[in-house]
């Protein structure tokens, strides 16, 4: 989840380099459709408004450090998903221009898979752990009330059933023990895909 996230970052400031170099080869200079637009992409993809391509990486770039928690999983989803789309528009325009995409060919992928590839890996390990958190809540649980029943069947038992009893408590007790040790280490690892989220 950590180098989903950090590949991610990094993709990203590739893309920006190419961007930068894009946008110093004024690529858009003679296009006089482009030169009459308002700005490259369409509203529901970018807030920008220009004719520079580093100019919305700079919005993916914010986009990125400023990602909802995750506990907020619809807001955090559909974040992450909009800097996939928006990565891919940004190459779709960098390959747009055959001459400029042929002369830096090493450079941008031939598919936007990477970016894409990279945007699930950070979906499905926060998923995943979200998943691994509500499992362990339901047999801490499923313990508590093993413990809470065999509690209750003490009173009235005799000597041998009182001694059972106990020996069973203990034992789901310990069990209880590992299952709230798991239940922290998980939350501390959300807590670390959050503070990645939000830088």
């Known amino acids: 989840m950590n180098q989903a996230f950090l590949k991610l970052k990094n993709k990203l400031e590739q893309l920006a380099t190419q961007a930068a170099q894009f946008d110093n080869a004024k690529w858009f200079d003679k296009n006089r459709y482009i030169q009459n637009q308002p700005s490259l992409f369409d509203s529901h993809l970018f807030h920008t408004k220009s004719l520079l391509l580093a100019d919305y990486v700079e919005e993916i770039q914010t986009a990125l450090k400023n990602l909802p928690p995750e506990q907020n999983r619809h807001a955090y989803q559909f974040a992450v998903e909009q800097v996939g789309e928006q990565m891919q528009a940004v190459i779709k325009v960098l390959k747009s221009t055959p001459v400029w995409a042929k002369e830096n060919k090493l450079n941008i992928p031939k598919k936007a898979k990477v970016y894409r590839k990279a945007v699930q890996r950070i979906m499905q390990s926060s998923h995943e752990l979200y998943q691994e958190l509500s499992q362990n809540h339901e047999f ?60």
Do not use: P, V, Y
Not at 162 to 168: G, P, R
Not at 169 to 181: Q, Y
């Open 140 to 199: 801490e649980r499923r313990l508590q009330e093993m413990i809470d029943i065999r509690k209750s069947q003490l009173d009235g038992a005799d000597a041998e059933k009182n001694a059972q009893l106990n020996a069973e408590i203990l034992a789901l007790h310990t069990r209880l023990g590992r299952c709230r040790k798991a239940i922290s280490a998980t939350e501390e690892k959300i807590q670390l895909l959050e503070k990645q989220g939000n830088r």
